[in-house]
Nanobody
Framework: QVQLVESGGGLVQAGGSLRLSCAAS????????MGWFRQAPGKEREFVAV????????YYAGSVKGRFTISRHNGANTVYLQMSSLKPEHSAVYYC?????????????????WGQGTQVTVSS
């Protein structure tokens, strides 16, 4: 089993920044990608960003490209999401996910483990 624990969410004013963290623990036995998804009230969960095993490959949803940055620290099994110039429409529960793949998965069904989510609220 693998456990993912997110942290760093909270309330921030529009234009502000937040950095989310997700620490993975447990039976991590092979290369894996880590991604971030978000779900706003009344909406489906959507892909935000993914980073490959080496950390050299990333992919972003068009809506966050240039505003969010995903990074990882393999030694600590941790992935980060730096969010800048936040807007109220970025408010959602943000989830991290881990998929045992060497690719850059973007679909929810490509991930094997999920965190419990962390709330991000951006006030106007």
């Amino acid at each position: 089993q693998v456990q993912l624990v997110e942290s760093g969410g909270g309330l921030v004013q529009a234009g502000g920044s937040l950095r989310l963290s997700c620490a993975a623990s447990g039976r991590i036995f092979s290369s894996y990608a880590m991604g971030w998804f978000r779900q706003a009230p009344g909406k489906e969960r959507e892909f935000v960003a993914v980073i490959g095993w080496s950390g050299g490959s990333t992919y972003y949803a068009g809506s966050v490209k240039g505003r969010f940055t995903i990074s990882r620290h393999n030694g600590a099994n941790t992935v980060y999401l730096q969010m800048s110039s936040l807007k109220p429409e970025h408010s959602a529960v943000y989830y991290c996910a881990l998929g045992f793949t060497v690719g850059l998965p973007k679909g929810m069904n490509e991930y094997h483990y999920w965190g419990q989510g962390t709330q991000v609220t951006v006030s106007s």
